[in-house]
DNA sequence: TGATATTAGGACCGAGCGGTCCAATGCGCA
DNA sequence: TGCGCATTGGACCGCTCGGTCCTAATATCA
C-alpha cells in the first residue's frame, strides 16, 4: 500500500469519524489529506464509496490492534482480559475526548438502511468482533456458569458498549461511559462461578 | 396546530427516521406530505433546521404516550413496569421490522458532533427519559440494595438499549434486541434485594 | 359580492456535490 | 537522453441542495 494512499485513508477516517460518511466530501478528502486536486485522489481510489469501504476496514484493523488484540493475550487470565479490553475502550473514546463515537457504531446508524453494501461490511465487524469475544468466553468456560449463553453475553457486551459511547457523545462526559463500564464489569461477573470477585474488580458500587 | 402542520412533521419524522437528517431533503418531506410546492413548506416551517427540531420533540412526545407511560402506571409494581417498558422498546422495534432504529439515537450519531443545536436537544431527550427510570427506581428503593446508583443504573438501560436496537438494525434480527433485553432484566434484577425473582422474569439462561 | 387567507405551482438562485478530462509538470531509471 | 509514472492544477459537467420570489386559483366568512 503506498504512502499516499494510507495519507487518505487516514484523513479520510478522521473525517468521517467526525462528520459522519455523508457530510465528508471528497474535497474535504483532498483538503485534510492535502492532495493537489480530484484528479490526484481518483488516481487512488475509483469512488467515494470505495474509499468508504476500506476507511471501514482500516478502522476495524486499528481496532484489532489497538483494542480486540488485549482479548488474545495468552499470558492473562481471560476474565481479566475481558476486562482490560472494557478499559480499553474507555481509554479510546477518552482520548478522542467524548467526540467522535465508534467509527463503526457511526456508520451503522447513518448507512444501515440506507446502504446495503456498507450494511453487510458493519454487520461483518461485528461478528468478528463478537467471535473474539465469544472464544474467550470459550476460554473461560470452566470459570462460568454451565448456562452462559455466549453469544447472547457477546452481543450484549458489544451493545452496551456502543450504546455507552455513544451516550458520552452526547452528554460530552466521559464519566457516563466509566460509569457504565463499571456496570458492565459487574454484570459480566455475575456469570461467574464464585460471583465474580477474582477477575473482575469492581464490587456493587464502589467507584 | 394546524393539520398540516402535523402532516408535515409525521412526514419527516418517517423519512429521518430511515434515512437520517442530512439524507432527508425538503423537497423528500414535500413528496411525503404531499404539498404542492417549496413555498407552501415554507409557509409553515421557517428552515429545515427548524423542522429537525420539532420533528425531535414531536418523535419525543409519541415516545412518551407509547413507552414511557409504562413507567408512571400508578399501580403496577414498579419493577415490574421496568420489565414491560423493555419490552414495549422490544415491540416498537419488532413493529418497524427491525429497521429505522431510535430516532434519537440516529440523530446523536449524525448530529451530536456536528451541529450543537441538534445535540444540546438530543441530550434534554435522554435526560428526560433517564429521569423518568430515576423516579421509577426511587419508587422502588424498598425492594433495591441500598447501594443502587440510580443515575448510573438509569444510564447503563438506556446506552443498552440504545445500542441494541443499533445492533438489532444491523443485523436486521429482532432476536438480537430480544436477548440483550432478557439480559438487561437480568441485570437490573441483581440490585433486587431477594435476586429479583419476583417482578422480572427471566433466569439466567431461560428463554 | 367583496376582502382575506390559504393553497397551488413553478421559475429561479448560488452553492456544493461526485466525478471526468486535460495539459503541464516533476522525477527516477534504463 | 528519453521513457513512464506520480503529481499538480484547474476547467468543466449534470445534478441536488436549501431557500426565495412571484403569480394564480381556491376556500372562507362578513
Redesign the interface.
Known amino acids: 500500500m503506498s504512502d499516499r494512499r494510507l495519507q487518505i485513508l487516514d484523513a479520510a477516517a478522521t473525517l468521517i469519524a ?3 460518511y ?2 465528508t466530501s471528497v474535497d474535504d478528502v483532498i483538503r485534510g489529506a492535502k492532495l493537489s486536486g480530484k484528479s490526484h485522489f481518483y488516481h487512488y481510489f475509483r469512488s467515494k464509496e470505495e474509499l468508504g469501504y476500506e476507511v471501514l476496514n482500516r478502522q476495524f484493523e486499528r481496532f484489532t490492534e489497538r483494542g480486540l488484540a488485549i482479548l488474545r493475550e495468552p499470558m492473562i487470565d481471560p476474565l481479566e482480559r475481558l476486562s482490560l479490553f472494557i478499559d480499553a475502550v474507555v481509554a479510546l473514546q477518552s482520548e478522542r475526548g467524548g ?3 465508534s467509527p463503526f ?2 456508520l ?3 448507512l ?3 446502504h446495503e453494501g456498507f ?1 453487510v461490511r ?2 461483518a465487524v ?1 461478528e468478528r468482533w463478537a467471535s473474539q469475544i465469544r472464544s474467550l468466553l470459550w476460554e473461560a468456560r470452566p470459570q462460568l ?1 454451565d ?3 455466549a ?3 457477546s ?2 457486551i ?7 459511547v ?2 458520552t ?4 462526559d466521559i464519566g ?1 461511559l466509566e ?2 463500564a ?3 464489569k ?2 459480566i461477573g ?2 461467574v462461578r464464585d460471583g465474580g470477585a477474582v477477575a473482575l474488580q469492581g464490587g ?2 464502589v467507584e
Not at 457523545?169 to 460530552?172: E, I, L, P, Y
Open positions: 467526525e462528520r459522519g455523508n457530510s467526540r467522535g463515537g457504531g457511526n451503522a446508524a447513518e444501515a438502511d440506507a450494511r458493519i454487520e461485528f456458569h448456562d452462559v449463553d453469544v447472547r453475553l452481543r450484549f458489544i451493545a452496551t458498549l456502543e450504546g455507552a455513544l451516550m457523545r452526547v452528554k460530552r457516563v460509569g457504565i463499571i456496570d458492565l459487574r454484570f455475575t456469570h456493587r458500587g
